[in-house]
């Protein structure tokens, strides 16, 4: 027998009730209040490289992930990860293909990211809200302190790239 009912889209460690038959359910009603975001992320690749940037704010700064933002209302993701990247970074790119959505439970928030495989069009990265950036290549994925939700997408960005 099942002590637990597990939701992939939860956590359920964090929001979890006991009743009566020992069985942990979610509290629904703490799921729905929570907000979700959309985002678009950029790997942006250089020949065997990809580019990482460094938050420099907020409560994940110094973990690394892919450069992106929130989708505004209406925004498709590619054109929200041209626009983030030239807001961000300075530099035109360019969507080669969509890699995949991750989908991923913060404490705090519900957040849906949609990955994109990009090449740099024009301009000279300027990090601009990043604390740093690197170019990484297919050995030093696993050097890097990811972000939890740019973790989920490494499987993804390997296969694409043949790494």
């Known amino acids: 027998?099942?002590?637990?009912?597990?939701?992939?889209?939860?956590?359920?460690?964090?929001?979890?009730?006991?009743?009566?038959?020992?069985?942990?359910?979610?509290?629904?009603?703490?799921?729905?209040?929570?907000?979700?975001?959309?985002?678009?992320?950029?790997?942006?690749?250089?020949?065997?490289?990809?580019?990482?940037?460094?938050?420099?704010?907020?409560?994940?700064?110094?973990?690394?992930?892919?450069?992106?933002?929130?989708?505004?209302?209406g925004e498709s993701g590619e054109k929200t990860i041209v626009r983030e990247i030239r807001e961000e970074l300075e530099t035109t790119i360019a969507v080669d293909s969509f890699l995949c959505t991750i989908e991923h439970q913060y404490e705090d928030f519900y957040l849906i990211m949609d990955c994109y495989l990009c090449h740099i069009v024009e301009g000279n990265i300027t990090i601009k809200e990043h604390k740093a950036m690197k170019w990484i290549t297919s050995d030093m994925l696993e050097s890097v302190d990811w972000l939890p939700a740019d973790i989920k997408a490494l499987p993804f960005v390997r296969t694409a790239l043949g790494w």
Do not use: C, Q
């Open 1 to 73: 027998m099942h002590d637990s009912i597990l939701f992939p889209f939860l956590n359920v460690s964090d929001y979890v009730s006991k009743i009566s038959n020992g069985i942990e359910l979610p509290i629904l009603l703490t799921f729905l209040d929570m907000k979700t975001i959309r985002v678009s992320a950029a790997v942006i690749k250089d020949g065997d490289k990809i580019l990482t940037t460094e938050r420099g704010y907020g409560k994940y700064k110094g973990f690394w992930e892919f450069p992106g933002g929130k989708r505004e209302e």
